[in-house]
């Protein structure tokens, strides 16, 4: 791809090649994913993009957190589904999508572990286990995770119709779905107070919990057989 700079970068006795993107190349991705696309062209854009990128460089070099709105955005678009889709270049909100000529407003954020520094994780295109014991593990965080990313929204200002998408980012390969559906009601509640809808997306599925301030419940897939 072109304008990417790599960087020797010398620990002691070993090396390693830190590819950096280019501000131009940034520039031109924040310009084509804020204009209006239709949703399926979003979602196969974002993946083009997103799936280059090594994973020290989306999750270490500054700048990039565009792009992880957008793979939200481009789930929740083709989720709904909407016709179109596009990242908003203001501060905030983060993404608008059109449905059936009707624009709705969204915020994007992430819910994790906390002190997790995915920068410093390795790609490894083989394999690995993952005992069971971590997807418990995971899981148990899945509240403390909600409550850090919701409590720093809260503190923020936004129009009144905009959304909060939620990515959770702890999967557990749907083996606690169903205990976990009343964890993602009451750890997003608060956030009812300051957004129109509340979305999460976890486990593949986009989940509305609450909308208008009420308990209103809906569930669509966003995950297909190409994210695997």
């Given at each position: 791809?072109?304008?990417?700079?790599?960087?020797?970068?010398?620990?002691?006795?070993?090396?390693?090649?830190?590819?950096?993107?280019?501000?131009?190349?940034?520039?031109a991705?924040?310009?084509?994913?804020?204009?209006?696309?239709?949703?399926?062209?979003?979602?196969?854009?974002?993946d083009?993009?997103?799936?280059?990128i090594?994973?020290?460089t989306?999750?270490?070099?500054?700048?990039?957190?565009?792009?992880?709105?957008?793979?939200?955005?481009?789930?929740?678009?083709?989720?709904?589904?909407?016709?179109?889709?596009?990242?908003?270049?203001?501060?905030?909100?983060?993404?608008?999508?059109?449905?059936?000529?009707?624009?709705?407003?969204?915020?994007?954020?992430?819910a994790?572990?906390?002190?997790?520094?995915?920068?410093?994780?390795?790609d490894?295109?083989?394999?690995?286990?993952?005992?069971?014991?971590?997807?418990?593990?995971?899981?148990?965080?899945?509240?403390?995770?909600?409550?850090?990313?919701?409590?720093?929204?809260?503190?923020?200002?936004?129009?009144?119709?905009?959304?909060l998408?939620?990515?959770?980012?702890?999967?557990?390969?749907?083996?606690?779905?169903?205990?976990g559906?009343?964890?993602?009601?009451?750890?997003?509640?608060?956030?009812r107070?300051?957004?129109?809808r509340?979305?999460?997306?976890?486990?593949?599925?986009?989940?509305?919990?609450?909308?208008?301030?009420?308990f209103?419940?809906?569930?669509?897939?966003?995950?297909?057989?190409?994210d695997?």
């Open positions: 791809m072109a304008d990417r700079v790599e960087i020797a970068v010398t620990k002691g006795a070993k090396s390693a090649s830190v590819v950096r993107i280019a501000k131009t190349e940034l520039r991705w924040a310009a084509e994913l804020s204009r209006w696309t239709m949703a399926d062209e979003f979602r196969v854009r974002i083009q993009i997103t799936r280059t090594p994973r020290s989306f999750f270490g070099q500054g700048g990039l957190a565009f792009l992880r709105d957008a793979w939200v955005a481009s789930r929740v678009a083709c989720a709904l589904p909407s016709d179109m889709v596009r990242l908003v270049s203001a501060d905030r909100p983060d993404f608008e999508v059109q449905i059936d000529g009707q624009i709705q407003q969204f915020e994007a954020t992430e994790d572990i906390e002190g997790r520094r995915r920068g410093d994780e390795l490894d295109p083989r394999p690995r286990p993952d005992p069971v014991e971590a997807w418990r593990t995971r899981f148990e965080a899945i509240p403390a995770s909600l409550d850090r990313v919701i409590a720093k929204k809260l503190q923020k200002d936004y129009p009144t119709e905009v959304s998408a939620i990515y959770v980012n702890l999967g557990c390969y749907g083996a606690y779905v169903e205990e559906l009343p964890i993602l009601r009451e750890h997003t509640a608060r956030a107070i300051k957004f129109k509340v979305f999460v997306l976890w486990e593949g599925c986009l989940y509305k919990f609450w909308e208008e301030g009420e209103r419940f809906e569930k669509w897939q966003y995950a297909r057989p190409e695997f």
